[in-house]
């Protein structure tokens, strides 16, 4: 396969916005597209070009990326009549590296195929943090040949990439991510509360026990924005119930039981009933602070 030059990026919220900044400090010639244009037009100021349409963005790129929000989104962004597929150009190929429904990564890849073109799911981890550093972990599923081929961009945004299997392996991956993070979040809030609640320094605290053997990311990360008041998003509370959702649906399929994921999903859904799904996910911390 060529080198891959041009990339479209569709999906410049939180995540996405610093992942095309990097791939355009990596040197890759960026069209992009966001629903909401305002947020994707100092990419400008950059060298990116700002596109009215996905259609218009994929046209002449030879990679293209999405990160939005929800399966619908995803679906629409690559198989509507103005989306990706179908008006990529022969040999192009596409990642969706949204945290999506893995049926619907495997229907990608399958309606891509039909066109000549290989599409694959790359979900990612690290949040906010990860994405504008670079460090990201990318959940491959697709190909060993489209794989190989977009390790470039890959570099770019991420530390590490690592394929998982075929279109869909991807997405699983990250669900087990997501299932992960979610009990790793409540332990953190529950021991966050407990050390108010038995008259403890909570950052002495905290700075303790992450230098041991319940240290994590979500504990170094997020645990001093719970301390500072801070709940803004590195990922959406409402983006996480999404995927937990997807996870216990996964789950479901295979018979499996995940009462810890099914808690977690509970406690995030009651922050979304209350208004609260546009903070970030440390925001789990509130419900422990109620009355």
């Not at 992009?32 to 100021?45: G, H, I, P």
């Amino acid at each position: 396969m060529s080198a891959i030059e041009r990339i479209a990026f569709v999906g410049t919220g939180v995540m996405g916005h610093s992942m095309a900044t990097n791939l355009l400090k990596a040197g890759y010639k960026l069209t992009v597209y966001n629903r909401t244009r305002s947020k994707a037009e100092d990419l400008a100021s950059l060298g990116a070009v700002v596109c009215d349409s996905v259609a218009q963005a994929v046209a002449d790129a030879d990679l293209v990326l999405s990160i939005v929000g929800y399966p619908q989104d995803v679906r629409e962004v690559w198989l509507s009549a103005e989306g990706a597929i179908a008006h990529m150009k022969a040999g192009a190929m596409g990642l969706d590296m949204t945290t999506s429904d893995p049926d619907l990564a495997k229907e990608l890849a399958q309606a891509g195929a039909a066109r000549g073109l290989l599409i694959g799911d790359a979900p990612v981890t690290g949040g906010d943090i990860g994405a504008r550093n670079g460090t990201l972990a990318i959940l491959f599923g697709g190909s060993e040949q489209l794989y190989e081929a977009v390790q470039g961009p890959c570099q770019a945004m991420g530390k590490t990439c690592v394929r998982f299997g075929e279109a869909g392996a991807g997405q699983y991956a990250k669900l087990c991510n997501q299932i992960a993070i979610a009990a790793g979040m409540m332990a953190m809030c529950e021991a966050i509360a407990s050390a108010k609640a038995f008259h403890l320094d909570q950052k002495l605290l905290v700075d303790t026990i992450g230098a041991g053997a319940a240290g994590s990311f979500s504990l170094s990360s997020y645990g001093p924005r719970i301390l500072n008041g801070d709940m803004q998003p590195g990922f959406f509370v409402k983006h996480f119930v999404k995927d937990l959702k997807l996870a216990l649906e996964a789950a479901a399929r295979c018979k499996l039981n995940l009462p810890g994921t099914a808690l977690a999903l509970k406690l995030y859904q009651q922050l979304v009933d209350e208004g609260k799904g546009d903070l970030g996910t440390q925001a789990l911390a509130l419900v422990y602070m109620q009355d």
